[in-house]
């Protein structure tokens, strides 16, 4: 039940960051606000580091395969493309496109048992489900 209700804030704070960061590009254009996004959120996470965690940093040099570090990198294409399409499409539409890739890549990765993940039996009801979440889309785009 907390990891649902965790899946639920995520969503929630991608929502809110997405318009966040969408405004703060109308003042200072689109990279600059990533980089702050960014570098606010090394704060953050050397402020929780700090009070919490303190692991040394010295492990991160022992993740295998090394393209896992990509994380970061990916991140601030993440910002971009959500910021872009926010500004484009408007936070809804925008929204529900990114969750639907989401869906879909993700579950791609577990039939493929991809970057480390254990490979799942492909299930017709999940198929099912992804399409009426692409019908769903197709209906609440249309005007």
């Known amino acids: 039940m907390i990891g649902f ?3 639920l804030l995520s969503g929630a704070l991608m929502s809110i960051q997405g318009v966040f960061n ?12 990533n980089a702050f996004v ?6 953050v996470c050397l402020l929780a580091w700090i ?3 303190r692991t040394s940093f010295g492990t991160i040099m022992k993740v295998e395969p090394k393209y896992m570090l990509l994380g970061g990198v990916i991140g601030a294409f993440i910002t ?10 408007g936070p809804a539409k925008a929204v529900m496109l990114i969750v ?8 791609i990765i577990e039939l493929f048992g991809m970057f480390g993940v254990e490979k799942q039996p492909l299930e017709i ?4 489900g992804m399409l009426i979440a692409i019908v769903g889309i197709i209906i609440f785009k249309w005007n």
């Open 51 to 53: 009070t919490t965690d």
């Open 125 to 128: 009801r999940k198929v099912i």
């Open 22 to 33: 969408t405004q703060v590009t109308k003042t200072s254009g689109i990279w600059v606000a």
């Open 38 to 43: 960014q570098f606010s959120a090394l704060l």
């Open 100 to 107: 639907i890739a989401q869906l879909i890549i993700a579950y």
């Open 5 to 7: 209700l965790i899946a």
């Open 80 to 89: 971009y493309t959500v910021i872009k399409s926010m500004e484009m499409l």
